[in-house]
């Protein structure tokens, strides 16, 4: 295991900038999970760490090396691609040893390390087959074998459970947490733009957006205190909502508490709100969901705003009640640049 | 056909179609095949038979002609001729067609699209033109007149065709697997040797089987380059030689010609299947 450092990182495709100026340390042993819409760079920013892409300026170290100008085979990771990328000519078994094979380790050695990662992943019946008699899942736990198999200071994951149905995905993000453990706590770095792939999985969680990083943090740190209001609607599910306040008034002309003066938005997670008269918000409720532990009640206000808000399983009301709610949990505060003012 | 689609004709049921298209087919095979089958017949025939008994079936069957054709017609010779010609160029074209795919579909190379643009453009040359300069370049390499001469002209016919069959093919390749190679540390060469060429299965096939074919019945350019050593002679231009000034061995001919066929019938069926899925999975990937 090793540690990671980015330092103002950057990476150019001609004349568009995709990465502008990224920071990240990666403590040995961590978790990270990058994060963020589609197309901000977060395959990007992997890949450039794997060796992969070129690094347009800034330094990348590997275990307190620079490994800027190294080949991808001598940075010590390993990358989990998105569509796995096995050798589909190849077992099972073959497909997870080729890469030491061909670097000259005696067969032995190398078949030690596949039936040790085979065990691991509980694939030790599917050595002998191709991958096209593979179920996804399998594939993937193949995929992560090849990894494994290299004995990397850092395993490398692009969004590798987005191939994967509903069901499987949340099963096979448990057996990554478990495998993290397991592996003495390897050095993981994964990226995903699944918000709750990352508040599940991550000791650290980046968010990125267009090149740059929003806000480092553990997943309650960003979840609790988000920096601007991009973290905050993109972090927590159902999302926070976020209102556009005026001289310390909703849009309607309640007046708010006066930790809201001179914010631009307000940002209420949907716990943070309860049923009360004398409340704040109002509104007209135009869906309910009934989840069994709880119900999702989306509402819409005078100013024409559809807003979340969550009751006790069984108690809210049905499509076109009138509710009015108070704030019973955090009122986040943001200025004008959507940036957190602390309470 | 629309009408027998819509309403219901109780003659033509789906099995009932599909039998006719059968019978249809056969029959039309049948008279596709039926020159080479009369003609693999009469090679039984001694000469006296042939054009006495206009039938298929010989009345004294011999294989007098096949010894005649192995033995004083030097068919045996053009055979190894040929085989070496084919087996030759087969291996260069196969070989040089996967290296040359690999590099225009997959790297990066400057002016690809310019080369692989002229590279199309000779396509459209007729090979009367080209065959003079190519017999003046094999001269001065001093392969005129040799059988290496020959195999490295018969690998020009198709190597363009073959090429872009390659660079097509791997084009479509996902670069994850050669990212996956790099990687692991696996260089650019085993990454061919033992991902992207196995993966090419099926287009190496068809190159064999493609250029096994041309090669073994090309007849202009044999005939040019062996105009003046007869020793060196392919099967198909040794056949034309049965046509003597006032005498056709007929027999000779036919028995001489079945030699010639068989062995690439006999490749054709053997690889039929690979072939096949060959050429679709150029299409389809
Ligand atoms: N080879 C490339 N050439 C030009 N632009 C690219 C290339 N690869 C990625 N990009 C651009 O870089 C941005 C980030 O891409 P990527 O890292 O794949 O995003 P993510 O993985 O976060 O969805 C995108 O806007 C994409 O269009
Ligand atoms: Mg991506």
Known sequence: MSSVTLKSVTKSYGQTEVIRGVDIEIEKGEFCVFVGPSGCGKSTLLRMIAGLEDITSGDVAIGGRRVNELDPAQRGTAMVFQSYALYPHMTVE?????????????????????????????????????????????????????????????????????????????????????????????????????????????????????????????????????????????????????????????????????????????????????????????????????????????????WGQELTTRFAPGTAGGAGDAIRLGVTGKMHVFDSNGQAIPA | MADVMTHKDPFFTPRRRRQLVSVLLAALSAIWVYPLVWMIFASFKPNSELFSNPGMIPDAPTVENYVRAWREANISTYFFNTLFVTVGSVVITSIASALMGYVLGRRPVPGRFAIMGLMVFTLFIPQGYTIIPVFELLTKLGLGQSLWGLMLATCGHSIVVFTLLFAGYFTQMPKELEEACRMDGVGPVKTFVYVMLPLAKPIIVTVVVMQSLQAWNDFLLPLVITLANPAMRTLSVGIYSFKGENFVDWGGMTAASTIAIVPIILLFLFLQRYFIDGLAGAVKG
Do not use: C, W
């Open chain 1, 94 to 302: 073959r497909n997870m040893g080729f890469g030491l094979l061909m670097n000259g380790e005696p067969k032995a050695k190398v078949k030690a390390k596949v039936d040790e990662a085979a065990r691991i992943l509980q694939i030790e019946q599917l050595l002998d087959r191709k991958p096209r008699q593979l179920s996804g899942g399998q594939r993937q736990r193949v995929a992560i074998g090849r990894a494994i198999v290299r004995d990397p200071a850092v395993f490398l994951f692009d969004e590798p459970l987005s191939n994967l149905d509903a069901e499987l995905r949340v099963a096979t993000r448990l057996e990554l947490a478990k495998l993290h453990s397991q592996l003495d706590g390897a050095t993981m770095i994964y990226v995903t733009h699944d918000q709750v792939e990352a508040m599940t999985l991550a000791d650290k969680i980046v968010v990125l957006r267009g090149g740059y990083v929003e806000q480092v943090g553990a997943p309650l740190d960003l979840y609790n205190n988000p920096a601007n209001l991009f973290v905050a609607g993109f972090i927590g599910s159902p999302r926070m909502n976020l209102i556009a306040v005026k001289d310390g008034k909703l849009p309607d002309g309640t007046a708010l508490p006066a930790a809201a003066a001179g914010a631009g938005h307000i940002g209420l997670r949907p716990d943070a709100l309860a049923p009360d008269a004398g409340g704040i918000l109002s509104g007209v409720i135009t869906v309910v969901e009934r989840l069994g532990d709880a119900d999702f009640v989306y509402f819409r206000t005078p």
